[in-house]
């Protein structure tokens, strides 16, 4: 079973989760998809990253894999 994560929220905190809550969406609920939302910012950077690293490769000048 995962461990329980205490949170105690800033004034700041209760701010955006009360702004950010959808109608009829739970605090867990709304820190859920934030959680989701952050982990997917986190892989689009990454994308980007590899993009970026990868945009002078010509894969026309590889040699075919078959």
Known sequence: MPASIGFRPTQEDERILREA???GESTSDTLRRALRLL???RWLAQFR???EELKDEDVNAEPEAW
């Open 39 to 41: 982990d997917h910012e």
């Open 49 to 51: 990253a590899d993009a």
């Open 21 to 23: 809550a959808r109608p």
